[in-house]
């Protein structure tokens, strides 16, 4: 799996999470869930969400590194061994 398709996942889990808003203008920086009003359960759905498409375990420590699309797509792409 490559960055564009990890980067596809992030983002149809993030409109999972968040049916409202429109992905295609979500700037990548900004954060998640300021840019797409998300609160911490949504957070973690999405967290969840991604462990259980990508199989990648994300320690609470990380969730930081997980708050921007681009900081998301990263962190999973590393983590893949991408």
Known sequence: ???????????EELGNIAPEADMSTVDP????????????MD???????????LGVNVPELDYPKLTTVDG??????????G
């Open 1 to 11: 799996m490559n960055e564009v398709d990890i980067r596809a996942v992030v983002l």
């Open 43 to 53: 957070f973690l759905n999405f967290i969840t969400a991604l462990h259980d498409r």
């Open 72 to 81: 998301a797509v990263d962190y999973l792409r590393n983590q893949r061994g």
């Open 29 to 40: 920086k900004a954060d998640l869930r300021e840019e797409l009003d998300i609160d911490s």
